[in-house]
């Protein structure tokens, strides 16, 4: 593994059930992200943990959960998927203890919710 | 609230310099990234600004200007691989990143 993956890379997904992406970085970054990229939109944070057991809520947090059990897998999981969840979902980490804080992208995962 | 303004796309001609804005308002301001996002991959990190100036890497430059709320991207002798959306972000004062929608940068032979 070299950086950031993610899985599945894409996903149709019944309206009502569960579903947890999976997002393992290498990197031994402190922070990780995740983010829904829509059409015409920037993107939008959902969660994100400064470090191993802490998660915070982001700008659209409703509908989803996450973990964070260890320094490298932050799952996010939507508990019963609505179609308007369908979009593009990539997970970021960070190492926030170093000088400039930036983000480093997995590919992606595109969940379409019918 | 919080806003990042960007052009929605431009179109430009391999060889030539481009330039794309990005105006924004948002609660405090901790620097200002701009991202690289090739259609259906990640964005990938291109630079960051915190101080007012120009910072010059190979051929893209991106300028700040606090006061103004405005950053700029240039891309000099434009390649058709450069045809990508360019994200702006903003780290605000609780050190989030605000994202830009991205401008859609066309590159014409």
């Known amino acids: 593994i070299a950086g950031i993956t993610q899985a599945p890379t894409s996903q149709i997904l019944a309206a009502g059930r569960r579903m947890t992406l999976r997002c393992t970085q290498d990197m031994r970054h402190n922070a990780m992200y995740w983010y829904r990229q829509d059409l015409g939109l920037g993107l939008r944070l959902i969660h994100y943990s400064n470090t191993a057991g802490t998660t915070g809520k982001g700008e659209v947090p409703d509908g989803y959960s996450v973990s964070r059990a260890n320094t490298d897998d932050f799952p996010l999981t939507l508990a019963s998927a609505v179609p308007s969840q369908t979009s593009v979902y990539f997970c970021a980490s960070s190492d926030q203890r170093g000088g400039i804080d930036t983000q480093y992208f997995g590919p992606g995962t595109r969940l379409t919710v019918l | 609230g919080q806003n990042i303004d960007q052009p929605t796309e431009m179109t430009a001609t391999e060889g030539a310099i481009v330039q794309i804005n990005c105006t924004y308002q948002t609660s405090g301001f901790n620097g200002l990234f701009w991202y690289q996002q090739h259609a259906g991959e990640a964005p990938t990190f291109l630079s960051y600004n915190v101080l007012d100036g120009l910072e010059e890497k190979g051929r893209f430059s991106s300028f700040l200007s606090r006061s103004k709320g405005y950053s700029y991207l240039l891309l000099k002798e434009l390649q058709m691989k450069d045809s990508a959306s360019y994200l702006c972000?903003?780290?605000?004062?609780?050190?989030?990143?605000?994202w830009g929608a991205g401008t859609k940068l066309i590159i014409k032979p």
């Open positions: 972000a903003v780290v605000d004062s609780n050190y989030q990143l605000i």
